[in-house]
C-alpha cells in the first residue's frame, strides 16, 4: 500500500440547517485500497462520501486529492477530476432508463470523447467481465436489481477510475444477489487498481474490505492501515 | 455428539474401513479439524458396543481388516439424530455483554471495547469471505454459517453501541 493517502478528509465541517452532519470528520483513502465506511444511519457516511467525491464542498476543513486541495479549485477542474478519475455506484436508479445497458455503459467513455464503435466494444467487454453479457442490448427496466447494479458497477469501472465510491451498492438487493456484486466488484476494482470507498451498513457487505472505519455522530473513528 | 452420528451416517452407504471412513468425514465436514484415527475407532468401539454398527473381519489382522457396517438400529438412530431439531442456543451469558457493563460501572471506555471487538469480528469475516470466494460450495455454505452468526454479533455490537448512554444510567452506582 502507497505511504501518501490518495484522498485525505481532514476536520471536515458540514451542516444542513440545524443538522450537523459532520463535526470534524478526518480520514485516509490509499491508492488500491478497498475501504469501508460503517456506522448508524444517519451518521454522516453518505454526506462524507460526497466531500470525498467533490460532489459536496465543507464549510471548513479541507479534502486533498493527492496534494490538490479541491476547495481551491475550479468548478471545472472538479467536474474534469470527478469525470476522469472517480466512479460512483449508489444504491439504484443510476443507469439512464432510456439507454440499453451497453450504451449506459458506454456512456462515460463517449463523455470523454472515445468514438462510439470503441466505447461499445469496451463496454461488452465490461458487461463480459461482470457476467451479465445477456443484458446488454436490454434497457435497466427490463433487468433484475442484481443485473442492475452489475451493469452500474462495470459503468463506473469502464473509465478505469482511480477511486470508486460506492453508498450502499448492495442495499436494494438479496443476500444472494448482494454477495454476487461485491464478489465481481471487488475482484474487477483490484485487477484495474482502483480504490474503494464503500459505505456499507451490513457487516458481510463490509467484509469484502481490506479495512474499515466507523462513522458515528459525524466523527470518523478510522483504523490503521495494514503495513 | 454428532461426529459419531456423522461417522454413523457415513456408514448407510455401505461398509467401510477405519481408514476410509476418515477419509470421508475430513472430506464432507472435517474442513478445519480432521478426526484423528484414534478417535474414529474409538468411536466405533463404543457403536459396536451400543449394537449400532456390525464388523465384518477379513483375513489377516490388524485393525485395517475390519469393516464397519451399520445394522438397522444404528440406521434409527440416524433417521432421528436427523429428525431432531437442535436447541437453539441462547447465549444469555455473554461475555461481551459482562465485559461492556463492568466498563461503564468502573468509568471505563465502553465504546472502545465495541470497537475493539467490532474490528476483531470483522477480520475474522475478512478471511472466512476470502476462503468462501476462493472455495468450493461446500466451502461457502460452511462460511456463510459463521458469517451469518458473526453478523448477528456485529448487530447486536451496534445497537449497544447506540445504546451505551442509556446503559450507563442504569448500571452506574
Ligand atoms: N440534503 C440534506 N438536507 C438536509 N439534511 C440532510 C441532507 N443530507 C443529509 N442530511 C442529514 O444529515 C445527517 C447525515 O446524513 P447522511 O450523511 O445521509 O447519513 P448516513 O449516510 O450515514 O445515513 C442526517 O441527519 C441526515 O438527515
Ligand atoms: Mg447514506
Known amino acids: 500500500m502507497a505511504d501518501q493517502p490518495l484522498l485525505t478528509a481532514d476536520d471536515v465541517h458540514l451542516s444542513f440547517g440545524e443538522t450537523r452532519a459532520l463535526q470534524g470528520a478526518s480520514l485516509h483513502v490509499y491508492g488500491g485500497e478497498v475501504l469501508a465506511l460503517m456506522g448508524p444511519s444517519g451518521s454522516g457516511k453518505s454526506t462524507l462520501l460526497h466531500c470525498l467525491a467533490g460532489i459536496l464542498t465543507p464549510e471548513s476543513g479541507s479534502i486533498r486529492y493527492g496534494d490538490r486541495d479541491m476547495a481551491t479549485m475550479s468548478d471545472s477542474d472538479r467536474s474534469t477530476l470527478r469525470r476522469g478519475e472517480f466512479g460512483f455506484v449508489f444504491q439504484f436508479g443510476q443507469l439512464v432508463p432510456e439507454l440499453t445497458c451497453q450504451e449506459n455503459v458506454a456512456l462515460p467513455l463517449r463523455l470523454a470523447g472515445a468514438g462510439r464503435r470503441e466505447a461499445h466494444r469496451q463496454a461488452a467487454s465490461w458487461l463480459d467481465r461482470l457476467e451479465v453479457p445477456d443484458v446488454a442490448a436490454k434497457r435497466p427496466g427490463q433487468v433484475s436489481g442484481g443485473q442492475g447494479q452489475r451493469v452500474a458497477v462495470a459503468r463506473a469501472l469502464v473509465t478505469r477510475p482511480k477511486v470508486i465510491f460506492a453508498d450502499e451498492p448492495t442495499g436494494a438487493l438479496d443476500s444472494l444477489n448482494g454477495e454476487l456484486v461485491m464478489k465481481l466488484f471487488i475482484a474487477a476494482a483490484k485487477e484495474t487498481g482502483a480504490a474503494v470507498v464503500l459505505v456499507t451498513h451490513e457487516p458481510r457487505v463490509a467484509a469484502y474490505s481490506d479495512r474499515e472505519a466507523v462513522v458515528r455522530d459525524g466523527r470518523v473513528r478510522e483504523q490503521e492501515p495494514a503495513r | ?173
Open chain 2, 1 to 173: 455428539m454428532s461426529v459419531s452420528f456423522a461417522l454413523l451416517g457415513l456408514l448407510e452407504s455401505g461398509p467401510r474401513h477405519g481408514y476410509d471412513l476418515k477419509r470421508s468425514y475430513d472430506e464432507a465436514f472435517g474442513r478445519d479439524r480432521a478426526l484423528h484415527y484414534g478417535q474414529v475407532y474409538s468411536t466405533m468401539a463404543r457403536l459396536l458396543k451400543n449394537g449400532l454398527v456390525e464388523v465384518e473381519s477379513e483375513p489377516g489382522d490388524g485393525p485395517d481388516r475390519k469393516r464397519y457396517a451399520i445394522t438397522d438400529a444404528g440406521i434409527t438412530d440416524v433417521a432421528e439424530w436427523i429428525s431432531r431439531p437442535e436447541q437453539p442456543e441462547p447465549y444469555l451469558q455473554s461475555t461481551l455483554y459482562t465485559k461492556v457493563v463492568l466498563a461503564l460501572m468502573t468509568g471505563r471506555d465502553a465504546t472502545e471495547v465495541l470497537d475493539t471487538q467490532r474490528a476483531e469480528h470483522l477480520r475474522l469475516m475478512r478471511a472466512l469471505t476470502k476462503r468462501k470466494n476462493d472455495g468450493d460450495l461446500a466451502d461457502e455454505l460452511i462460511c456463510d454459517h459463521a458469517l451469518f452468526h458473526l453478523e448477528a454479533d456485529l448487530r447486536w455490537l451496534e445497537l449497544t453501541a447506540a445504546r451505551l448512554d442509556r446503559l450507563a444510567a442504569q448500571v452506574r452506582p
